[in-house]
Protein backbone atom coordinates (compact mmCIF):
# COMPACT_ATOMS: atom_id res chain seq x y z
CA UNK A 1 0.00 0.00 0.00
CA UNK A 2 2.81 2.65 0.75
CA UNK A 3 4.36 1.46 -2.24
CA UNK A 4 1.50 2.28 -4.44
CA UNK A 5 0.80 5.74 -2.94
CA UNK A 6 4.97 6.37 -3.00
CA UNK A 7 4.81 5.49 -6.78
CA UNK A 8 1.62 7.55 -7.07
CA UNK A 9 3.75 10.71 -6.01
CA UNK A 10 6.79 10.11 -7.89
CA UNK A 11 4.31 9.92 -10.85
CA UNK A 12 2.86 13.41 -9.99
CA UNK A 13 6.09 14.80 -9.07
CA UNK A 14 7.62 13.60 -12.56
CA UNK A 15 4.26 14.97 -14.23
CA UNK A 16 4.28 17.91 -12.42
CA UNK A 17 7.77 19.27 -12.90
CA UNK A 18 6.55 19.26 -16.74
CA UNK A 19 3.83 21.40 -16.30
CA UNK A 20 2.69 25.15 -16.72
CA UNK A 21 2.06 27.17 -13.38
CA UNK A 22 -0.99 29.30 -13.70
CA UNK A 23 0.41 32.95 -14.11
CA UNK A 24 -1.93 35.19 -12.12
CA UNK A 25 0.16 38.52 -12.44
CA UNK A 26 2.86 39.47 -13.89
CA UNK A 27 4.48 40.68 -10.88
CA UNK A 28 3.66 36.74 -9.14
CA UNK A 29 4.13 34.81 -11.99
CA UNK A 30 4.53 31.26 -10.03
CA UNK A 31 1.24 32.37 -8.25
CA UNK A 32 -1.89 31.23 -8.34
CA UNK A 33 -4.29 28.35 -7.66
CA UNK A 34 -2.70 25.03 -6.06
CA UNK A 35 -2.19 22.42 -9.16
CA UNK A 36 -3.40 19.04 -7.66
CA UNK A 37 -4.88 17.29 -10.44
CA UNK A 38 -1.89 15.47 -10.58
CA UNK A 39 -2.77 13.73 -6.96
CA UNK A 40 -5.34 11.27 -6.48
CA UNK A 41 -6.85 12.33 -3.22
CA UNK A 42 -9.59 10.23 -3.19
CA UNK A 43 -7.73 7.00 -3.80
CA UNK A 44 -5.12 8.03 -2.04
CA UNK A 45 -6.65 8.03 1.71
CA UNK A 46 -9.08 5.97 0.69
CA UNK A 47 -6.78 3.12 0.61
CA UNK A 48 -4.57 4.51 3.28
CA UNK A 49 -6.58 6.84 5.82
CA UNK A 50 -4.83 9.58 7.98
CA UNK A 51 -4.97 8.94 11.60
CA UNK A 52 -7.55 11.25 13.89
CA UNK A 53 -5.56 13.86 15.37
CA UNK A 54 -3.84 14.39 11.92
CA UNK A 55 -7.57 14.79 10.81
CA UNK A 56 -8.37 17.13 13.77
CA UNK A 57 -5.43 19.69 12.93
CA UNK A 58 -6.67 19.56 9.26
CA UNK A 59 -10.46 20.45 10.36
CA UNK A 60 -9.13 23.32 11.78
CA UNK A 61 -6.25 24.08 8.96
CA UNK A 62 -9.22 23.85 6.80
CA UNK A 63 -11.16 26.55 8.82
CA UNK A 64 -9.04 28.84 8.94
CA UNK A 65 -7.61 28.89 5.47
CA UNK A 66 -11.37 29.55 4.26
CA UNK A 67 -11.41 32.40 6.73
CA UNK A 68 -8.87 34.84 4.53
CA UNK A 69 -11.14 36.38 2.92
CA UNK A 70 -12.73 37.27 6.66
CA UNK A 71 -9.10 38.55 7.60
CA UNK A 72 -8.68 40.50 4.09
CA UNK A 73 -12.05 41.89 5.09
CA UNK A 74 -10.67 43.56 7.94
CA UNK A 75 -7.31 44.60 6.24
CA UNK A 76 -9.27 46.61 3.72
CA UNK A 77 -10.90 48.76 5.86
CA UNK A 78 -7.53 50.25 7.09
CA UNK A 79 -4.95 52.21 5.57
CA UNK A 80 -3.10 49.35 4.43
CA UNK A 81 -6.08 49.83 1.05
CA UNK A 82 -3.90 52.86 -0.13
CA UNK A 83 -0.71 51.07 -0.84
CA UNK A 84 -1.12 49.38 -4.43
CA UNK A 85 2.07 47.15 -3.51
CA UNK A 86 -0.02 45.58 -0.36
CA UNK A 87 -3.31 45.55 -2.39
CA UNK A 88 -1.82 43.28 -5.12
CA UNK A 89 -0.30 40.81 -2.72
CA UNK A 90 -3.37 40.52 -1.13
CA UNK A 91 -5.47 39.91 -4.21
CA UNK A 92 -2.63 36.58 -4.69
CA UNK A 93 -2.82 35.78 -1.08
CA UNK A 94 -6.55 35.64 -0.94
CA UNK A 95 -6.68 33.50 -3.79
CA UNK A 96 -4.12 30.91 -2.93
CA UNK A 97 -5.29 30.92 0.43
CA UNK A 98 -9.01 29.88 -0.59
CA UNK A 99 -7.61 26.77 -2.70
CA UNK A 100 -5.98 25.91 0.41
CA UNK A 101 -8.73 25.46 1.83
CA UNK A 102 -10.06 23.62 -1.19
CA UNK A 103 -7.24 21.03 -1.33
CA UNK A 104 -7.59 20.76 2.83
CA UNK A 105 -11.51 20.17 1.94
CA UNK A 106 -10.85 17.40 -0.36
CA UNK A 107 -8.87 15.55 2.20
CA UNK A 108 -11.32 15.61 4.60
CA UNK A 109 -14.13 14.60 2.56
CA UNK A 110 -12.28 11.72 1.25
CA UNK A 111 -12.65 10.66 5.24
CA UNK A 112 -16.64 11.90 5.11
CA UNK A 113 -15.02 14.86 7.46
CA UNK A 114 -17.37 18.05 6.72
CA UNK A 115 -15.69 20.05 4.60
CA UNK A 116 -16.41 22.98 2.10
CA UNK A 117 -19.31 25.58 2.15
CA UNK A 118 -21.67 23.76 4.35
CA UNK A 119 -18.54 23.76 7.15
CA UNK A 120 -17.35 27.22 6.24
CA UNK A 121 -20.94 28.80 6.20
CA UNK A 122 -21.59 27.15 9.26
CA UNK A 123 -18.51 28.21 10.92
CA UNK A 124 -19.21 31.69 9.69
CA UNK A 125 -23.20 32.18 11.36
CA UNK A 126 -21.32 30.25 14.72
CA UNK A 127 -19.19 33.66 15.54
CA UNK A 128 -20.23 36.13 18.13
CA UNK A 129 -21.95 39.21 17.11
CA UNK A 130 -19.25 41.29 17.67
CA UNK A 131 -17.58 39.79 14.75
CA UNK A 132 -19.55 41.81 12.53
CA UNK A 133 -18.14 44.95 14.38
CA UNK A 134 -14.06 44.09 13.80
CA UNK A 135 -14.52 46.14 10.16
CA UNK A 136 -15.11 49.14 12.50
CA UNK A 137 -12.71 48.50 15.23
CA UNK A 138 -10.06 48.04 12.44
CA UNK A 139 -11.09 51.08 11.01
CA UNK A 140 -11.02 53.24 13.75
CA UNK A 141 -7.73 51.93 14.64
CA UNK A 142 -6.23 52.82 11.27
CA UNK A 143 -7.27 56.38 11.78
CA UNK A 144 -6.26 56.29 15.69
CA UNK A 145 -2.83 54.67 14.85
CA UNK A 146 -1.35 55.64 11.69
CA UNK A 147 1.41 52.82 11.56
CA UNK A 148 -1.27 49.74 12.22
CA UNK A 149 -0.28 48.73 8.36
CA UNK A 150 3.41 47.73 10.06
CA UNK A 151 1.59 45.75 12.99
CA UNK A 152 -0.75 43.99 10.24
CA UNK A 153 2.18 43.47 8.31
CA UNK A 154 4.53 41.80 11.04
CA UNK A 155 1.37 39.83 12.33
CA UNK A 156 0.84 38.30 9.04
CA UNK A 157 4.43 37.44 8.89
CA UNK A 158 4.03 35.63 11.96
CA UNK A 159 1.17 34.05 11.05
CA UNK A 160 2.42 32.93 7.50
CA UNK A 161 5.63 31.54 9.54
CA UNK A 162 3.52 29.66 12.00
CA UNK A 163 1.59 27.90 9.01
CA UNK A 164 4.04 27.24 7.29
CA UNK A 165 6.03 25.49 10.10
CA UNK A 166 2.82 23.77 11.32
CA UNK A 167 2.43 22.34 7.68
CA UNK A 168 5.57 20.86 7.87
CA UNK A 169 5.42 20.00 11.68
CA UNK A 170 2.07 18.20 10.47
CA UNK A 171 3.78 16.23 7.38
CA UNK A 172 6.44 14.65 10.17
CA UNK A 173 3.68 13.89 12.68
CA UNK A 174 1.25 12.46 9.65
CA UNK A 175 3.85 10.20 8.18
CA UNK A 176 1.89 9.83 4.98
CA UNK A 177 3.51 10.21 1.21
CA UNK A 178 0.28 12.14 -0.30
CA UNK A 179 -0.58 14.45 2.24
CA UNK A 180 3.08 15.40 2.76
CA UNK A 181 3.35 16.40 -0.97
CA UNK A 182 0.26 18.09 -0.66
CA UNK A 183 1.38 20.09 2.12
CA UNK A 184 5.21 20.82 0.37
CA UNK A 185 3.33 22.53 -2.50
CA UNK A 186 1.20 24.75 0.08
CA UNK A 187 4.09 24.89 1.82
CA UNK A 188 5.90 27.14 -1.24
CA UNK A 189 2.76 29.32 -1.43
CA UNK A 190 3.32 29.99 2.22
CA UNK A 191 6.93 30.53 1.98
CA UNK A 192 5.84 33.53 -0.85
CA UNK A 193 3.57 34.89 1.84
CA UNK A 194 6.44 35.30 4.47
CA UNK A 195 8.68 36.58 1.67
CA UNK A 196 5.84 39.87 1.35
CA UNK A 197 4.74 40.29 4.49
CA UNK A 198 8.45 39.80 6.19
CA UNK A 199 9.73 42.21 4.14
CA UNK A 200 7.04 44.37 3.92
CA UNK A 201 6.62 44.62 7.43
CA UNK A 202 10.64 45.16 8.05
CA UNK A 203 10.66 47.84 5.73
CA UNK A 204 8.06 50.07 7.71
CA UNK A 205 9.45 49.02 11.01
CA UNK A 206 12.94 50.92 9.87
CA UNK A 207 11.44 54.04 9.19
CA UNK A 208 9.42 54.39 11.90
CA UNK A 209 10.32 54.22 15.63
CA UNK A 210 6.61 54.53 16.30
CA UNK A 211 5.88 51.92 14.11
CA UNK A 212 8.19 49.78 16.42
CA UNK A 213 6.76 50.65 19.03
CA UNK A 214 3.40 49.89 18.11
CA UNK A 215 4.32 46.24 16.81
CA UNK A 216 5.95 45.41 19.59
CA UNK A 217 3.21 46.64 22.12
CA UNK A 218 0.44 44.84 19.52
CA UNK A 219 2.43 41.62 19.43
CA UNK A 220 3.45 40.84 23.56
CA UNK A 221 -0.46 42.28 24.46
CA UNK A 222 -2.94 40.79 21.90
CA UNK A 223 -0.65 38.00 19.33
CA UNK A 224 -2.10 34.98 19.41
CA UNK A 225 -2.28 31.81 16.99
CA UNK A 226 -4.07 32.29 13.34
CA UNK A 227 -7.48 30.65 14.35
CA UNK A 228 -7.76 31.82 17.73
CA UNK A 229 -11.26 33.43 18.01
CA UNK A 230 -12.31 31.81 15.33
CA UNK A 231 -12.33 28.18 15.81
CA UNK A 232 -12.90 27.05 19.73
CA UNK A 233 -9.69 27.96 21.76
CA UNK A 234 -9.73 24.01 22.58
CA UNK A 235 -9.25 23.14 18.92
CA UNK A 236 -6.28 25.76 18.85
CA UNK A 237 -4.95 24.58 22.29
CA UNK A 238 -5.01 20.82 20.58
CA UNK A 239 -3.20 21.98 17.46
CA UNK A 240 -0.55 24.15 19.61
CA UNK A 241 0.11 21.30 21.63
CA UNK A 242 -0.10 18.57 18.82
CA UNK A 243 2.36 20.01 16.56
CA UNK A 244 4.61 22.87 18.93
CA UNK A 245 4.34 20.44 22.16
CA UNK A 246 5.55 16.73 21.07
CA UNK A 247 8.83 16.11 19.64
CA UNK A 248 11.05 19.27 17.71
CA UNK A 249 7.93 21.77 18.27
CA UNK A 250 9.69 23.54 20.93
CA UNK A 251 12.96 24.10 18.36
CA UNK A 252 10.29 25.36 15.60
CA UNK A 253 8.52 27.27 17.57
CA UNK A 254 11.97 29.33 18.94
CA UNK A 255 12.88 29.42 15.22
CA UNK A 256 9.96 31.49 14.63
CA UNK A 257 10.70 33.71 17.56
CA UNK A 258 14.35 34.29 16.33
CA UNK A 259 13.17 35.31 13.16
CA UNK A 260 10.77 37.73 14.72
CA UNK A 261 13.49 38.80 16.87
CA UNK A 262 15.73 40.02 13.51
CA UNK A 263 13.03 42.46 12.79
CA UNK A 264 13.90 46.08 13.87
CA UNK A 265 12.27 46.80 17.58
CA UNK A 266 11.37 43.08 18.09
CA UNK A 267 14.35 41.69 19.70
CA UNK A 268 13.94 39.54 22.52
CA UNK A 269 10.09 38.45 21.87
CA UNK A 270 9.23 35.35 22.03
CA UNK A 271 5.47 35.60 21.19
CA UNK A 272 5.11 31.76 19.65
CA UNK A 273 7.33 30.15 22.92
CA UNK A 274 4.91 32.21 25.00
CA UNK A 275 1.84 31.13 23.22
CA UNK A 276 2.79 27.59 23.12
CA UNK A 277 2.95 27.48 26.95
CA UNK A 278 -0.27 29.39 27.62
CA UNK A 279 -1.82 26.76 25.30
CA UNK A 280 -0.68 23.70 27.70
CA UNK A 281 -2.96 25.13 30.76
CA UNK A 282 -5.85 25.50 28.32
CA UNK A 283 -8.53 22.72 29.03
CA UNK A 284 -8.55 19.92 26.93
CA UNK A 285 -11.81 19.55 25.21
CA UNK A 286 -12.47 15.92 26.44
CA UNK A 287 -12.48 17.36 29.79
CA UNK A 288 -14.80 20.14 28.99
CA UNK A 289 -17.38 17.40 27.19
CA UNK A 290 -17.02 15.14 30.74
CA UNK A 291 -17.76 18.16 32.79
CA UNK A 292 -20.17 19.73 31.06
CA UNK A 293 -21.76 16.26 29.81
CA UNK A 294 -22.65 17.82 26.57
CA UNK A 295 -21.55 17.98 23.29
CA UNK A 296 -19.18 20.74 21.84
CA UNK A 297 -19.67 23.00 18.86
CA UNK A 298 -16.73 21.80 17.39
CA UNK A 299 -18.42 17.86 17.97
CA UNK A 300 -21.17 19.26 15.54
CA UNK A 301 -20.68 17.79 11.74
FE1 LIG B 1 -2.48 28.82 3.32
FE1 LIG C 1 -0.30 31.91 3.59
Given amino acids: MAEDIAGLIRAAVRDRRTAMALPVTSEHPAAGRLDLTDLDIERGFGTSPLDEPVLRCLQYMHDVEHHTVCYLRDLLVTSAHRDPEITEFLTVWNYEEHWHGVAIGRVLAAHGRPAGDRRVGELRDSQPWTERLRPVGFALGSVAFPDLTAVSLVWGAINEWCTQAGYGQLARRAGHPLLGELLRRIMRQEGRHIAFYSTAG ?85 AIRARSGRLLTSDLQ
Fill in 202 to 286: RTRLERSRAARRLTRFALQRLWRPVGHGVVPEHETAFLVRYLFGGPGGAEVAARIDRNVSRLPGLGGLAVVGTAVERYQRVPRAE
